[in-house]
């Protein structure tokens, strides 16, 4: 079973604060990972994706990622009451066809 | 505008009733997705299809049935065989010529009343 994993929270960290969200994937093969926001009763929107080892920035927001590891983060820094959200991790396992496999989120809230 | 349109936005169902959830994009996109969301749940594939006339099963495809016969639209037949339908639905497009990047349309919420 291909798994995607994630605490699910809810993390709180206060307005100005680094906000650290972590994923952890079970197959080696994976070769590309995606970061998606959604906010309550909306759709998920892209924030980053990321298919090399190590860091990708854009923005305040921070994509890492370590394949020996099986990990995959995302810093957001400088945060804001308007980050509060539901972050999504997905992946894109190499057998999988184009299908993203993703994780159950971990819910976010910044307090101002 | 280009996107991916999702109708209707919310629907209700009767027990033993089949659905039909629409999905339309005009992004020129291959490939096509319907992902479920239950509250407090990530996304579980039910069927996608990478071209026209072709499409694959996901992990929740039982009670599910697609079609795929223009690149534009993909829609999504709940039927009666599906138990606990009620979820927020979701359908996708890649855009292949960005890294494989999967865009959402706006879902459309299913209650079985």
């Known amino acids: 079973q291909k798994e995607v994993e994630q605490n699910s929270g809810p993390l709180s960290v206060p307005e100005g604060a680094i906000a650290s969200l972590n994923c952890t994937y079970s197959?080696?093969?994976?070769?590309?990972f995606f970061w998606y926001r959604q906010y309550s009763g909306k759709s998920p929107e892209l924030i980053m994706s990321?298919?090399?080892?190590g860091d990708k920035e854009d923005g305040r927001f921070t994509a890492q990622l370590n394949k020996a590891s099986q990990y995959v983060s995302l810093l957001i820094r400088d945060s804001q009451p308007s980050d509060s959200a539901t972050y999504l991790c997905?992946?894109?396992?190499?057998?999988?066809?184009?299908?993203?496999?993703f994780g159950k989120g971990t819910t976010l809230s910044v307090s101002s | 505008d280009g996107g991916i349109t999702q109708s209707p936005k919310y629907l209700f169902r009767k027990e033993g009733q089949n659905v039909t959830l629409s999905c339309e994009q005009n992004?020129?996109?291959?490939?096509m997705y319907w992902y479920r969301q239950d509250p407090g749940q990530g996304l579980r594939l039910i069927y996608y299809?990478?071209?026209?006339?072709?499409?694959q099963k996901g992990d929740i495809a039982e009670g599910y049935s697609v079609s795929r016969e223009k690149k534009e639209s993909f829609p999504l037949t709940v039927t009666s065989a599906q138990k606990n339908p009620t979820a927020f639905y979701l359908c996708a497009s890649m855009d292949g010529r960005s890294g494989n990047t999967i865009y959402f349309g706006e879902g459309s919420w299913l209650t079985v009343v």
């Open positions: 997905a992946v894109r396992l190499n057998q999988a066809g184009t299908a993203l496999i």
């Open positions: 197959d080696r093969g994976s070769q590309s």
């Open positions: 992004l020129n996109h291959d490939a």
């Open positions: 299809s990478q071209i026209v006339n072709d499409f």
């Open positions: 990321i298919y090399s080892n």
